[in-house]
């Protein structure tokens, strides 16, 4: 059953059909499928397979925002479950988030702010196309003790440095650590441009915030390398 259940997530966000996608995000919910399996499992499929159909001239631009649009009608439904108990956790950090300068690609950044709330971080998320400039103000403003730079195409993943730049230019590199994320985006590109940290989905970014903050509390102490599975105990739990 829920073999079929994910078939027809994944073509509904094929189909670019919004209403199906929230309907099926919906029902999922009611049989007690996991938001995070309805959203890994179902609907992430779904816009990889875009992607290929894209990539390969069998899908146009025009259809991949329908299935952006579908996408985001189920993540409607499906992200106050997922939030829902983060309020109730204490705080973890502060996480200021966007996707870099020149880039408007915003579900995955999405994804991984909703799952650093639902374990008690407070996010901040600044939308998508935002400036080094802007990450280093609003860091300063919120106090943030990670800046996330979301990155999903090749060109603008170069902005990402821009951002550890900003930060450094404004005084603020020795306290706020950035992690990097993003399709693109690889663990050595995240040591080339001086970031602190690469997750390569939102479960590791969750992971991986958590390490970032134990290295920020105590310098230097132990870097071990993210668990996905610890960040996404909790996770399951509630949900
Ligand atoms: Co775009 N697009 N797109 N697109 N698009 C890609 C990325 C592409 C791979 C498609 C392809 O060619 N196969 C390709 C990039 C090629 C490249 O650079 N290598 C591409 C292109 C070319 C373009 C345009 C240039 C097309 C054009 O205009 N001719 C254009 C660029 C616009 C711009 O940004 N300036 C464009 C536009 C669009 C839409 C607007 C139509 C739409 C986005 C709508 C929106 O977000 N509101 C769109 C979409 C939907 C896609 C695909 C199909 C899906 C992206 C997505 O949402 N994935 C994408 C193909 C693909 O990814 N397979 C594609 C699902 C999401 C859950 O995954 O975003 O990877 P993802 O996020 C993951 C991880 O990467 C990670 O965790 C997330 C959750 O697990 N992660 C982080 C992400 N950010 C993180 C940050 C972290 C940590 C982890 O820490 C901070």
Known sequence: MPDQTFSAMQQSIIDGAPDTASALAQQALAAGIAPLDAINLGFVPGMHAVGEQFGQGKMFLPDMMASAEAMRAAMAVLEPELTKQGAERPMEGIVILGTTKGDIHEIGKILVGTLLQANGFQVHDLGVDVSGE??????????????????????????????????????????VRVMVGGAPVTRRWADEIGADGYAKDAISAVALARELMGRKQVPGKGEQAADPQAALAPVAERT
């Open 134 to 175: 802007r990450f280093a103000a609003s860091a300063r403003e919120l106090h943030a003790d990670i800046v996330g730079v979301s990155a999903l195409l090749t060109t603008t993943m170069r902005n990402q440095k821009t951002v550890v730049e900003a930060l450094q230019k404004a005084g603020l590199r020795e306290r």
